[in-house]
């Protein structure tokens, strides 16, 4: 091939130059025109070898490249055959049986079934006759299924007709109930106010209803005689909206049985701020023969507190009705009710937002609810359930449930002590002590020259400074003044806001011919002060609701054994021995079973 291409070129090169050569004669001689012409032989002679040559190699690579056709064919079909394969693989490891997604009988159940007979050993047979079982015992579910649907189907329309039956009971009973209306109030049993005092109920808010609730439940478990009853308008009570700002005067009105209560605000501010729901719970507790305490719980809505109020109510037959007159501080709401636990006095509001509300309303940060809705003691918060004033707080019922009991006995014990109290003050302002708080003494020659109240920055005398260390600004203060002969005992009494829980204080001064004695200059003045102050206890072992009128018994018992033991006055009582130590103390203890006196 390469020999070939070597003559091709070189017959090219002897053909151009006799070709050159021919171009410059006129007329070439016969031997270069063969020359030529044997060139022109030779290149068809080699265009002829170059064409079969061609010939020779295409045909050769038609030939490969149909074999190259062959074996890319076959590899395809390889491949083709090879993803087919893993595909086929794939369904194969991820094949799941159908059976796999019943809720089979449990197996236990299926081998129980045989019996005697021996489950194949081969998984796949064992799983196949497992199968046929349990659609044999599906076809017994399906059956049973069926009978049960048409069961159910004749169940609903008896039920359906049972309930047409009911719903046409409802006007009946209520054409009943108004029927026997006056039956009712006969025999006590009240239906229509119950059926009036449940719907009531469903509109109270969370905190009076849970009051209503607990209050209830307890009285009427223990059969306690106290009544719940929840006041208001219903129709406003549906319609009311807790998020109103209503512009409209706010007026409660309750009315009961025996009284009317109306209390409205005027200020533009306050009605908004002190609204208060239109629906109150009152609760009427026996605390004596004919005395009731009534307890009024009211909901604020925008401070979200619940206020209290009280008042007592005395029947005509009642012991009480003499003894009480209507009209004293110790009676009124806030007395009945201030410090019935310790230091609640109610005077504040127990939500932390007060002060951003009321500064909301444009007033003062210090303003107090009205006495007219009573006051936002703690102890009714704990009552109400109340945890907290955040808006995901929620009502504890445990401490609303605990805290029932000691309510009622605390408004029972205070509406007595109060009673008590007013009956011995009105008695000790006329120079007499009540029969009920009389203690076991002799006859006592000390009289009671005057009893007053009086006021702190109005005292003189010894005892004022010693005074301000046990006087608070809540407590009420008392002049006693006693006299034996020519011997007079001026004494200042302190009454605090939860007497008698918290025992009365008393202080001394002795005026006599000898001079003016106080706890300072006399160790029998002061050891009379500590009989009244520190061994007060012994006054409250048979009851606590007249320790006033003991303590005022035992001054003067006390004040009779002073001027006969210092020889102011003629000896009458008996003393095993008159003094004591180096004090020389007089015996003020008398021991009513031998019937002298003597030294503690």
Not at 69 to 96: A, G, H, P, V
Not at 548 to 558: E, G, N, Q
Request: charged share 25%; aromatic share 8%.
């Amino acid at each position: 091939m390469v020999d070939a291409c070597v003559q091709y070129k070189s017959t090219c090169t002897l053909l151009h130059e006799n070709l050159n050569k021919l171009q410059g004669l006129e007329k070439p001689s016969t031997e270069m025109i063969e020359d030529c012409m044997q060139c022109f032989a030779h290149l068809k002679k080699y265009n002829c070898k170059a064409q079969q040559q061609c010939k020779r190699v295409r045909d050769n690579t038609r030939q490969l490249k149909k074999k190259l056709d062959s074996t890319d064919l076959i590899l395809k079909n390889l491949q083709f055959e090879e993803i087919y394969l893993q595909r086929e693989i794939k369904k194969c490891l991820q094949y799941k049986s159908v059976d796999e997604e019943l809720s089979l009988i449990p197996e236990k159940e299926y081998l129980a079934s045989l019996g005697n007979k021996t489950p194949p050993s081969d998984q796949h047979l064992y799983m196949l006759e497992r199968l046929k079982w349990e659609l044999e015992q599906r076809k017994v579910m399906r059956t049973d299924q069926e009978k049960w649907e048409k069961s159910k189907v004749e169940l609903e329309k008896e039920i359906a007709e049972l309930k047409r039956y009911l719903a046409s009971l409802p006007p009946q009973l209520e054409e009943m109930l108004a029927t026997t209306t006056q039956v009712q109030e006969y025999l006590g049993t009240k239906l229509v106010h119950r059926k009036t005092q449940a719907e009531m109920a469903s509109w109270l808010p969370p905190t009076l209803y849970n009051i209503y609730s607990q209050v209830t439940g307890y009285t009427e478990y223990l059969k306690l005689g106290t009544t719940v009853t929840i006041n208001g308008d219903l129709e406003i009570a549906k319609n009311f909206s807790y998020d109103e700002d209503s512009e409209v005067d706010e007026v409660i009105e309750i009315e009961t049985k025996h009284s009317k209560r109306r209390s409205a605000v005027n200020d533009p501010g306050k009605k908004k701020v002190f609204r208060a729901h239109p629906l109150t719970v009152e609760v009427v507790v026996p605390c004596d023969e004919g005395v009731h305490a009534k307890v009024l719980f009211t909901y604020l809505t925008k401070l979200r507190v619940v206020t209290v109020s009280i008042s007592l109510m005395i029947t005509t037959g009642s012991p009480w009705r003499d003894k009480f007159s209507v009209g004293t501080d110790y009676m009124s709401s806030k007395e009945l009710l201030c410090a019935l636990w310790s230091e609640d006095h109610g005077d504040d509001c127990p939500n932390p937002d007060t002060s951003a509300i009321l500064n909301k309303y444009s007033l003062p940060s210090k303003t107090k609810i009205p006495n007219s809705l009573g006051r936002p003691f703690l102890w009714a918060q704990r009552l109400a359930g109340v945890t907290g004033w955040k808006s995901d707080a929620k009502l504890d019922i445990a401490t609303s449930r605990e805290t029932v009991p000691h309510f009622l006995e605390a408004i029972k014990q205070r509406c007595l002590a109060r009673l008590a109290l007013k009956y011995q003050l009105r008695n000790l302002s006329t120079n007499k002590t009540v029969e009920e708080g009389a203690v076991s003494q002799p006859t006592l020659l000390t009289e009671i020259v005057s009893w007053k109240e009086v006021q702190l920055e109005s005292l003189t005398g010894s005892y004022s400074e010693r005074a301000l260390k046990h006087v608070s600004e809540k407590d009420t203060l008392y002049e006693l003044v006693v006299r034996r002969g020519k011997t007079s005992c001026r004494s200042l009494l302190t009454l605090s806001l939860d007497y008698p829980v918290t025992p009365p204080f008393t202080l001394l001064q002795v005026e006599s011919p000898n001079g003016t004695a106080t706890s300072h200059n006399d160790n029998n003045v002061r050891a009379i002060e500590e009989e009244l102050n520190v061994y007060i206890d012994d006054l409250y072992l048979e009851g606590v609701e007249y320790v006033l009128t003991k303590i005022v018994c035992k001054l003067c018992m006390c004040l009779d054994v002073y001027v006969e033991g210092m020889g102011l006055e003629p000896q009458i009582k008996f003393f095993i021995n008159k003094f004591k130590g180096p004090d020389n103390v007089l015996p003020f203890v008398y021991n009513s079973e031998k019937q002298y006196f003597q030294h503690r």
